[in-house]
């Protein structure tokens, strides 16, 4: 499985951005996939994940209401749509697979990630 993320770059404050996370291989293994992001000093933290099998989303409460999770099943892409973004959003975004029949939390295959600047 490869996980290449993408749509990464430079936006003011209250710009919008759209990530996607192109997955290749045994997707059919997948159970969630996921967007991570870390700041410069910071630990990786969570931001959104979404269901393979059904779509169902969840989000952090730092990006609610701002971010939206989908998916594309055909390309086997997942996307994250960033709107009104805030300087505290510059980071670098991971996206990460879980597989089927693991540990929820636990993301086994992990992009490479996108660096995501907004300035104010």
């Known amino acids: 499985v490869q996980l290449q993320a993408s749509g990464g770059g430079l936006v003011q404050a209250g710009g919008s951005l759209r990530l996607s996370c192109a997955a290749s291989?045994?997707?059919?293994?997948?159970?969630?996939l996921g967007w991570f992001r870390q700041a410069p000093g910071k630990e990786r933290e969570f931001v959104a994940h979404?269901?393979?099998?059904?779509?169902?989303?969840y989000y952090a409460d730092s990006v609610k209401g701002r971010f939206t999770i989908s998916k594309d099943n055909a390309k086997a892409t997942v996307y994250l749509q960033m709107i009104s973004l805030k300087p505290e959003d510059t980071a670098v975004y991971y996206c990460?697979?879980?597989?089927?029949?693991?540990?929820?939390?636990?993301?086994?295959?992990w992009g490479q990630g996108t660096l995501v600047t907004v300035s104010s």
């Open positions: 990460a697979a879980n597989r089927r029949f693991t540990p929820v939390d636990i993301y086994t295959y």
């Open positions: 291989g045994r997707t059919d293994n997948f159970y969630r």
């Open positions: 979404i269901k393979w099998s059904d779509g169902t989303p």
